[in-house]
Each structure stands twice: as C-alpha cells, then as structure tokens.
C-alpha cells in the first residue's frame, strides 16, 4: 500500500502570495493533520480533520486554513505569505479519529519564500 | 501548555555502542508517547508508540520507555550501526488528543563507523 504523499515536493513564492498543499492519506485513514516544521525545530502542529471536520487547530494565524475532501485527501492553505513561512509542511495520517493509533507521516513540502 | 523537552540535543558514538535518547514531558496527562525518526530533508517514521498504560515497547534494537508519573521516556538502542544515523524526535499527545502531536527538538545521532 502506498504511504501518505503530498504534493508538490518543493515550492518557492514570494511575499504576499498565495499558496496550495495537498495531501493524500493512507488509504482506509480518515483523520489528516498538517504540521509546520522550521529548520533545527520540531514540527508544530496546525490542524487535525477527521471525516471532513476539523478536529483540533494549532496555534497559527487565520491565515492558515485546510480542508478535507469527501475522498479523505487534504489541502493546507496559506494567505499572505511571509518570510517566517518557509518550512517544512508535514502531512500526517491514522486509522479513524483515534489518537491512540499511530501517525505515520508524508514525505512533506518544503516551502521557501523569498 | 505541554512542553517536551530531549536530551542530548547532538550525540555522536563509536559503530557497536549501546545508547540512550532522553525526553522529558511537562504535563503528564498524556495519552500516548511515540518516537520517530527523521532523515535529513525527509518526513517522519514512526519507530514506538507507548500507550499512557504501558511501560516499555520494543522492535528490534529499539526499546522505549515511558514513566508517565516523572514525564519521562528513554529510547534505548542497542548495538547501534551507522544507518540509524539521523535526528531522533519524540512527542505527546494530551487526554484530549485534539491538538495532535507536541513534538520536542530532536536529538541529532551520528553514528561513526
């Protein structure tokens, strides 16, 4: 079976745009989260869905926001880029909404905004 | 606020050495505690995950522990070989489980051959 995948790989924008994640989770998993990892940091957590509603939010600006889809894929949006927005973007997926199972995550986006 | 703190931030040992990775959690209402690996530019691999009402997991030359009451839990490898060169994160997930993981820093490994 194929793992979680996220798309694109890399990416570089600038100040002020716009920018699109997606992500695909594990198939039969219906609960995606998205978490922010800065160089030399761990990853921080943005937003957890389960079955198209949103779970758990970190604590990021409303300039982030996700969505989940009726096939259990994801997209993590982000307005108004800035500078300290460059990171790593992780994608994480489980079985159900059940935080007692495993997260196993995507290979990420890495986000350079210059 | 939970805060997970690891210790070393860096370790770097000879190929064959038996090893010890610290994490220490501040809040001990957890649900569980996992382990993972990161490669350099990659994503996260889950190695253990240790329900609140467990001891100790293990796989492999992996063992983890967990000692909720101290918030407290140690990753053990043993006879340690210079593809588990890579930083070693360890995070929580609180009784509620809505904010997902809070992960700490990572501990840097190098394994010399």
């Known amino acids: 079976d194929a793992g979680v995948t996220q798309s694109p790989t890399h990416l570089i924008k600038t100040r002020g745009q716009h920018v699109t994640l997606r992500c695909s989770p594990i198939?039969?998993?219906?609960?995606v989260s998205w978490y922010q990892q800065v160089l030399g940091q761990g990853p921080q957590f943005i937003f957890q869905?389960?079955?198209?509603?949103?779970?758990g939010r970190g604590n990021f600006p409303d300039r982030f926001s996700a969505r989940q889809f009726p096939n259990y894929s994801s997209e993590l949006n982000v307005n108004a880029l800035l500078l300290g927005d460059s990171a790593l973007y992780l994608c994480?997926?489980?079985?159900?909404?059940?935080?007692?199972?495993?997260?196993?995550f995507g290979p990420g986006t890495r986000l350079l905004v210059l | 606020k939970q805060e997970v703190t690891q210790i070393p931030a860096a370790l770097s040992v000879p190929e064959g050495e038996n090893l010890v990775l610290n994490c220490s959690f501040t809040?001990?209402?957890?649900?569980?505690l996992q382990w993972f690996r990161q490669d350099p530019g990659k994503g996260l691999t889950s190695l253990l995950l240790i329900q609140s009402s467990q001891r100790e997991q293990t796989s492999g030359r992996l063992n983890a522990s967990l000692d909720k009451s101290s918030g407290r839990s140690t990753l053990y490898i043993a006879a340690s070989q210079p593809g588990d060169s890579a930083t070693y994160l360890c995070a929580v997930v609180q009784g509620g489980g809505a904010d997902g993981l809070t992960f700490g820093k990572g501990t840097h490994l190098i394994i010399q051959p």
């Open positions: 994480a997926s489980r079985s159900q909404g059940a935080y007692a199972k495993t997260q196993y």
């Open positions: 869905y389960y079955e198209k509603e949103e779970r």
């Open positions: 809040d001990s209402a957890i649900y569980n």
């Open positions: 198939s039969g998993h219906k609960s």
